[in-house]
C-alpha cells in the first residue's frame, strides 16, 4: 500500500525558484519589506516555506534577489560597522565604491534605476535600505531616536547622491575622480554625519526639550557631540 502524493505544494524543480521570486516581487511591492513574510510568499508561490528558505535563506537575501543584487550587502556593512566608529566614513565609501566598481555594479545599477522610476520598488528599497543596511551603522553609536534618524537620512542622501552623480548620470568631474580622492573626501563627510558634530534645525531644537520614545531627550543633542562624538577634522 503507498502513501497517496501531497498535494497543493508545488516540489522543488527548475522553474520552482522563478516562481518564489515572482511572488515575492509581488508580495514585497504589495506589503513593504517589513509586511511581506516567507509564509506569505511561500503560499502565494504554491511551496513549502522550507523551500523558500532552502533557495534563499533569509528574507535579506530573498529581497536581494528580486532586486537582482548579487551580492549579500547586509553582511558587508555588518563588517564594516563591526570595525568601530573611527574611520566608519572612510570604510563605508571606500566599500560602496569598490561594490559598484565590480560586476556587481551592473546589477545594483539596474535595481537603482528601477526603483528611481517605479514607486512600489522605491518602496521596497527604502523599507530594506535604511533599517537593514544603515540601521547597523548608526545603532552602535547609542544615539536618541530623533539624532539617529537625521545621522540616517544625512548618510543616505550623500551615498545616493554619489552613486547618481558619479555612475548613472556620469557627471564630470566627479564621474572621473580617481577613487581614492572619492573617497578622502566624502568620507570625511559621511564621517560628521555619522560621529561629527551636527547643529540641529528649530524642528530638532524643539524636539531637544521634549521626551523620545525611551524616555530620553535630545537636550544634550548638541551639548554632548563635542564630547562623545569625533569631530569632522577641517581640510588643510
Known amino acids: 500500500m503507498t502513501s497517496g502524493a501531497r498535494t497543493g505544494r508545488r516540489p522543488g524543480s527548475p522553474d520552482t525558484r ?17 509586511g511581506a513574510s516567507m509564509r506569505k510568499i511561500a503560499a502565494a508561490a504554491g511551496v513549502d516555506a522550507a523551500l523558500v528558505h532552502h533557495y534563499f535563506g533569509t528574507k535579506e537575501k530573498l529581497f536581494l534577489a ?11 556593512i ?52 535604511v533599517p537593514r543596511l544603515v ?13 539617529r534618524e537625521l545621522r540616517t537620512g544625512l548618510v543616505m542622501s550623500q551615498v545616493l547622491g554619489l552613486i547618481t552623480g558619479r ?15 572619492v573617497v578622502t573626501n566624502v568620507g570625511a563627510t559621511l564621517q ?6 551636527l547643529e540641529p534645525g528649530n524642528d530638532m ?21 563635542s564630547e562623545r562624538l569625533i569631530p569632522r ?3 588643510s
Open 167 to 181: 555612475y548613472l548620470l556620469a557627471i564630470e568631474p566627479l564621474a572621473s575622480l580617481p577613487t581614492e580622492q
Open 135 to 147: 540601521g547597523p551603522l548608526i545603532r552602535p553609536l547609542d544615539l536618541p531616536p530623533q539624532e
Open 66 to 76: 528580486t532586486v537582482e543584487v548579487p551580492i549579500d550587502l547586509p553582511a558587508i
Open 192 to 197: 560628521r554625519y555619522l560621529t561629527g558634530t
Open 18 to 34: 522563478q516562481a518564489i521570486l515572482d511572488a515575492a516581487r509581488e508580495s514585497f511591492a504589495e506589503l513593504g519589506f517589513a
Open 78 to 129: 555588518g563588517r564594516i560597522g563591526a570595525e568601530g566608529a573611527e574611520g566608519l566614513g572612510v570604510r563605508l565609501i571606500r566599500t560602496i565604491l569598490s561594490v559598484w566598481d565590480s560586476p556587481a555594479g551592473a546589477g545594483i545599477g539596474a535595481a537603482l534605476r528601477s526603483a528611481l522610476a517605479d514607486p512600489a520598488r522605491a518602496r521596497m528599497l527604502r523599507e530594506f535600505v
Open 205 to 225: 531644537a524643539v524636539a531637544a526639550d521634549q521626551p523620545t520614545t525611551d524616555g530620553s531627550t535630545l537636550g544634550r543633542f548638541a551639548a554632548s557631540s
Open 233 to 235: 577634522t577641517p581640510a
